[in-house]
């Protein structure tokens, strides 16, 4: 619980410890196709009712699926949090799907993938890499699923994994704005306490990664109307009570490829040298197994990917020699503080945050302690974690390349 | 049944339609581990008392796991078959299995995976490969187990396994030799008759690929007495009543490097413009599922595995522009009706392909076709196959190179 009284509104999120990389094979996407089903109807709710009602109330609501949760929220006047929690509740156990339904909404992901992903080839790509990069876990799996898959999810599949996993006892209510802890407590124990827990719903296992042992490159030419090198790294995630890592880490992405015109790889091969018109790098350890450390870049025209490639593998070998400026560190260290205090701003984006990382298996504490792990991390333990992460024999480098057509 | 009465020995075999690929996450490794417990104690029999009685008689056996099927052969004086049905009918269902044997024999396993993959740098890379090449399939999977997954195989998951999969009704007994149709089926009836059937052991559905949209390469160096590189393309399998794209792709293997004389790639990467010491091409197309279709070089002392890449890539688009040379397709064919002829010769050979071509799910009839639908093949129909199959989209290119020490 979040208290914020600036506005008169609440936030109401449920967060479901399950996602893509808990569905069982031959079943991808069924957890997002879930998601969507859990908007139709319940026993006592008429399909659509749901986010009718929100509406009707001048609030707004909407849910998301990763490989790690499944979440649900809205936003509303703060006197409305009691019908929120009554609809949330009644669709935690009373959903109630018909064949038809199911059929309709199954057309509704098939498009959605068509539109996402099949015809964006970046999207496509990002998704083979990612099949790449997990040689056993399920996080080379796409959430939205693999079409052939979706194609044959059933009403059966989406209620055995409803049962198999909705439960109060595999849930995280998170609330957020012009309400107090008092009667947050007083409407949960109303709505949620009376919902009897299931059994056998903590998160299983999945599946974890082999040592890899030799870097993968992917090439592929399409319609793409800017060409551009990726390149992933299987890299630790955050671990309750053992943040530093991952906190190290998040400086590494910072200081490589964070700022699109002072970061290093931007100086390096955007300006000093130019080969590229655009670099990133990107890290977010809050996850439940291993994740990925990601760089990319888009070539100057005229450049080549090979050109682009050479030139950042002599920014990581150098960076790896020489070690961090001080100067910039220093500078990381003051963009993440601020960004972190622009963060407490938003009730809303509070709530995400603890959403997410209570979801993962992570702490209240742990949240809490980030920043100040984050601020505490040293050069060396920077250079410690980029030594052991940077290792081309656990990535995956992809080049997408313009068709000639496209290119002309 | 396959009748032999050149020798008083028999054949006896039982194949289980369950191979690796039939496990489920994050049990790698348990159909193998589970063949090896076979041969630990039953309800009747002590451990290692049946591989003891086999010896006693004279005999041999030994046991097998592939992605798609287990199976156990002996190899005993003909009028010892009763002894053999009963005691395979009676580890079909009394494994008796205590905590110290699955202990016991799961060091077994770590050790053989140890000696036969760790070790080896060659077979390690094999393994990375086929995980790449594999996007959702379980053929992507090791038979031996990812290591970390089978120091964690229990004797609950090797008896769940069994229980689940390990029945009559899942299971093709075959015998070859010096007994009689009459005489293997009134034994059948005597041992394996009374064994009730189990439910739900049926082959299930195993995950399919969904489109391959990029080559991969993969590269790594290593203490390897021999350089090489390798290349699989995803490729169609045999299907029943449907096998003349597999058995024209059994006749592009052969032509591309099947001999390692006069095959294509030996011709020209040895012998006319010579770059490597080594080719082959591989292809087998008795399995459940899509399989691969494998190409192999090992460069010539100073010849760069880049070197090796460009030779066989251009053996491979001279080959798509060129056709097929008429002098050596029929030289092919009349080398594959040989060995087929040759094949025939042995009553425990036609045993093996019976069993392993009946679990993957093809018919008797399917098996006495084929010798007859590879000669029938044209020209057009290989060249089709290779067209279709021979798409760097769906492939893997490894080159496994040697370290700077190993190669001084």
Known sequence: MIEDHR?????????YKIGAADETAPHSGIAHFLEHLMFQGTHSLA???????VEALGGNDNAFTSWDYTAYFQRVAADRLDVMMRMEADRMRGLNLTEEDVATERQVILEERSQRTDSDPGSLMGEQMRAAQFLNHPYGRPIIGWRQEMEQLSRQDALDFYKANYAPNNATVVVAGDVTPEEVKALAEEFYGPL???????????????PQLAERLMMTDDRV?????????????????????????????????????TALMARKMQFED???????????GTSVDDTTFGLYAVPLPGKSLADVEAALDKVLADFLAQGIDADDFARIKTQIRAADIYARDSSRGLAQTYGESLTVGLSIQDVQDWPDILQSITPDEVMAA???????????????SQTEEAAQ
């Open 386 to 400: 980029a030594q052991s992460v940077l290792d081309r024999k656990a990535s995956v480098t992809t080049w997408l």
């Open 196 to 210: 009897a827990p299931s059994e056998n719903v903590t998160r299983k296992a999945r599946p974890q990664e082999p």
């Open 274 to 284: 130019p080969v590229a018109v655009y670099t990133g790098a990107a890290y977010d």
């Open 7 to 15: 506005a008169p509104a609440v936030t109401h999120m449920v967060w």
């Open 225 to 261: 109307s800017q060409p551009s090198l990726s390149r992933s790294y299987l890299a630790p995630e955050r671990d309750p009570g053992n943040q530093r890592q991952a906190a190290a880490l998040t400086i590494l992405a910072e200081y490589l490829g964070g700022n699109p015109t």
């Open 47 to 53: 399909p659509g009712e749901f986010s009718a009602t």
